[in-house]
């Protein structure tokens, strides 16, 4: 027999699991990574200090930005909104190899946090396989998400002295050195979501305490399917 067994502690975690897969999926697809220095679009390809302040004062000066994998820049033509879309077709063809590990493990962390958000959502139903706690399980794979997750950004800044980067963020830019470049939201996104991935390994541990503790026994003995506790 099914018992659906609700605790706050259980759905808490079952909420911050899914808030932390989507958030890292966002970030990862997002083009906002790095900010480029202020241009205008007849003036992208210029690298100096000296055109990123006569850009600055321009009225049409924009900030172009930069992901892993996409870019948003503004051409001569366009006179609203930005062009944004991929400038790697294929893995080969990222801005660097640090860029490219820092993509497969990324895809990696985010893979198994999205296998656990899905698992979670059943964790009312079922709460052990083979005798084995589901939440255990579960904070296992989101501390191992979270270290692919901490391996990804700290290859990232590595990457930042390839040609590609030093476009948008001028020959000053360099491994570890952003140049004219600021931290796009994105970076700051994958950051926060995995510090919520480790904060939610450790509160699998609290999930699995709330559904087995003896409050939950005593509901099952009386016969009830559905137990819902504070």
Request: proline residues 3%; glycine residues 10%.
């Amino acid at each position: 027999m099914c018992h659906v067994i609700v605790t706050c502690r259980s759905m808490l975690w079952t909420l911050l699991s899914i808030v932390a897969a989507f958030g890292e999926l966002i970030a990862f697809m997002s083009t906002d990574w790095l900010v480029g220095f202020p241009r205008t679009p007849e003036v992208f390809g210029s690298h100096g200090a000296a055109a990123a302040a006569a850009a600055a004062t321009a009225g049409e000066a924009y900030r172009p930005t930069l992901g892993l994998y996409g870019r948003c820049i503004k051409l001569p033509h366009l006179r609203r909104g930005a062009l944004c879309g991929p400038y790697a077709v294929h893995f080969g063809e990222m801005a660097s190899g640090f860029w490219q590990a820092t993509a497969i493990f990324l895809a990696a962390g985010i893979l198994l946090l999205c296998a656990v958000a899905l698992v979670s959502v059943f964790t009312m139903c079922f709460q052990s396989v083979m005798k084995k706690s589901i939440f255990n399980i579960c904070g296992l794979l989101q501390g191992i998400a979270g270290l692919f997750l901490i391996l990804g950004l700290m290859l990232f800044p590595a990457g930042w002295g390839s040609d590609k980067v030093q476009l948008y963020c001028g020959h000053d830019a360099g491994p570890y050195r952003a140049g004219l470049c600021s931290m796009g939201w994105a970076f700051y996104t994958a950051m926060g979501g995995t510090v919520l991935t480790f904060l939610c390994a450790v509160f699998s541990a609290q999930a699995e305490i709330a559904t087995s503790s003896d409050k939950v026994q005593e509901e099952i003995e009386e016969g009830k399917s559905l137990i819902c506790l504070l």
